[in-house]
């Protein structure tokens, strides 16, 4: 399983690539709003310390905007994947940009037959929104496997790249189901190594070689 980060934060992207644990980035205009550096520079580094693919977000509503938008983007970065949103408009454009071969990533999908369309449209990456359903008393899980049924059900090559991970259960439900990718805000990715018994453990280690070592 990949492990995408979701953040615009360099020193983010540095501490987890120190500890091995990022296998790309996604950004949004929300995570670079959060940055003081200007968005194109700081894409521009985010690309250079990445080892994988770094999503970057259309802002155009129509197909012909995006795509001029996405050939501007893969311009930053050889690394870069272009997010689109999950409207009629989006699939046209992800049409065109496939058949341009570059890669793109379909976001704000929120069912399984949005994940289906984007599919069709030939998109590298398709991101169900599971914290977002969560929080409307929708189960986000329970779309991405359905996603990921539909998927080995036709071998599309569309990868499920889980999003609007909130917790560390997202990442265990998405690992089991099988998809492809999670990303993962920074946080999240600190928690996923703790445990209280392993605190609890190193503590018992650290007093008993206290002991060994009188």
Same mark, same amino acid.
């Given at each position: 399983?990949?492990?995408?980060?979701?953040?615009?934060?360099? /020193?983010?992207?540095?501490?987890?690539? /120190? +500890?091995?644990?990022?296998?790309?980035?996604?950004?949004?205009?929300?995570?670079?709003?959060?940055?003081?550096?200007?968005?194109?520079?700081?894409?521009? %580094?985010?690309?250079?310390?990445?080892? !994988?693919?770094?999503?970057?977000?259309?802002?155009?509503?129509?197909?012909?905007?995006?795509?001029?938008?996405?050939?501007?983007?893969?311009?930053?970065?050889?690394?870069?994947?272009?997010?689109?949103?999950?409207?009629?408009?989006?699939?046209?454009?992800?049409?065109?940009?496939?058949?341009?071969?570059?890669?793109?990533?379909?976001?704000?999908?929120?069912?399984?037959?949005?994940?289906?369309?984007?599919?069709?449209?030939?998109?590298?990456?398709?991101?169900?929104?599971? !914290?977002?359903?969560?929080?409307?008393?929708?189960?986000?899980?329970?779309?991405?496997?359905?996603?990921?049924?539909?998927? %080995?059900? +036709?071998?599309?090559?569309?990868?499920?790249?889980?999003?609007?991970?909130?917790? #560390?259960?997202?990442?265990?439900?998405?690992?089991?189901? !099988?998809? =492809?990718?999670?990303?993962?805000?920074?946080?999240?990715?600190? =928690?996923?190594?703790?445990? #209280?018994?392993? /605190?609890?453990?190193?503590?018992?280690?650290? %007093?008993?070689?206290? %002991?060994?070592?009188?």
């Amino acid at each position: 399983m990949k492990f995408f980060l979701d953040t615009a934060n360099l /020193d983010e992207i540095r501490q987890a690539k /120190d +500890y091995g644990l990022i296998d790309g980035v996604t950004t949004n205009p929300s995570l670079f709003a959060r940055e003081s550096e200007d968005w194109r520079t700081l894409a521009e %580094k985010i690309c250079r310390e990445t080892p !994988g693919p770094v999503s970057l977000e259309v802002i155009g509503q129509s197909a012909g905007e995006m795509i001029a938008e996405a050939n501007e983007l893969v311009k930053i970065g050889p690394n870069v994947v272009v997010k689109i949103p999950m409207t009629l408009e989006g699939l046209k454009a992800v049409n065109e940009l496939t058949a341009q071969a570059i890669d793109t990533n379909v976001t704000l999908v929120f069912h399984p037959l949005q994940a289906l369309l984007a599919a069709k449209a030939g998109a590298t990456f398709v991101s169900p929104f599971v !914290g977002r359903l969560d929080a409307l008393a929708q189960d986000g899980m329970e779309v991405v496997g359905q996603i990921v049924a539909i998927f %080995k059900n +036709y071998d599309f090559r569309t990868q499920v790249l889980v999003a609007s991970v909130r917790h #560390p259960m997202h990442v265990l439900e998405a690992a089991l189901l !099988g998809a =492809e990718v999670a990303t993962i805000p920074f946080a999240v990715v600190k =928690e996923l190594s703790r445990h #209280p018994l392993t /605190d609890k453990g190193l503590e018992i280690f650290m %007093k008993d070689w206290e %002991k060994v070592k009188k």
